[in-house]
């Protein structure tokens, strides 16, 4: 069975930018997640997905950030524009049987 | 708001020796509880899940177990192996319909041959 997918793996940005992050989620998860880390830090949730709803967004910075899972298989966070604090690592996540949660490798952005 | 607290944030023990990685959580009305661990520069892997029915969980050199109306999670690795050398997380299931994980900070385990 194929794992979480993520892309990009690294990306290094100017503060301002834009910035997108790509997430593909084991096969048949219905429900899929987006967190940020900060070093030294355990994941913070962003978003929830069930299919193509949101379930839960209320910790998404949603001045700059939006997220989007069209035809509730993928789904893809922005960044715009990205602040110094970003810099993070983003981790997706999708939920199987027993809401069991199985993790990407994320993306580490930098922000400079 | 549940708050889910890892002592201690680093551990440095030598080869063979057992050990336990200690969760505590504030709020006991929980679904799950999941421990990962991350290896730098990685994502998170799912080592072992209890339900709250359950008591403990194993799975090879690892034991999980669960004490909800403490407020507790301890995770036993019998026999470190310099290999086990990784980052080691708690996550408590929210029992909302949402079932949401809400992250310790980490227990940063070094294993010295």
């Known amino acids: 069975e194929a794992g979480v997918a993520q892309s990009p793996r690294y990306k290094i940005i100017e503060k301002r930018q834009s910035v997108a992050f790509w997430c593909n989620p084991i096969s048949g998860h219905a429900t899929l997640y987006w967190y940020q880390q900060i070093l030294g830090q355990g994941p913070k949730l962003l978003i929830q997905?069930?299919?193509?709803?949101?379930?839960?967004d209320s910790q998404l910075p949603k001045d700059r950030f939006s997220a989007e899972r069209l035809k509730g298989v993928d789904s893809t966070l922005k960044i715009q524009p990205a602040k110094l604090e970003d810099s993070a690592v983003y981790l997706c996540?999708?939920?199987?049987?027993?809401?069991?949660?199985?993790f990407g490798p994320g993306t580490r952005l930098t922000v400079l | 708001k549940q708050e889910v607290t890892q002592i201690p944030a680093a551990l440095s023990v030598p080869e063979g020796e057992n050990l336990v990685l200690n969760c505590s959580f504030t709020?006991?009305?929980?679904?799950?509880l999941q421990w990962f661990r991350q290896d730098p520069g990685k994502g998170l892997t799912s080592l072992l899940l209890?339900?709250?029915?359950?008591r403990e969980q194993t799975s090879g050199r690892l034991n999980a177990s669960l004490d909800k109306s403490s407020g507790r999670s301890t995770l036993y690795i019998a026999a470190s192996q310099p290999g086990d050398s990784a980052t080691y997380l708690c996550?408590?299931?929210?029992?909302?319909?949402?079932?949401?994980?809400?992250f310790g900070s980490g227990t940063q385990l070094t294993v010295l041959p």
């Open positions: 709020d006991s009305a929980i679904y799950n």
């Open positions: 209890i339900q709250s029915s359950q």
């Open positions: 997905f069930q299919n193509n709803g949101v379930v839960d």
């Open positions: 996540a999708s939920g199987g049987y027993y809401n069991e949660q199985f």
């Open positions: 996550a408590v299931g929210s029992s909302g319909s949402a079932r949401q994980l809400t």
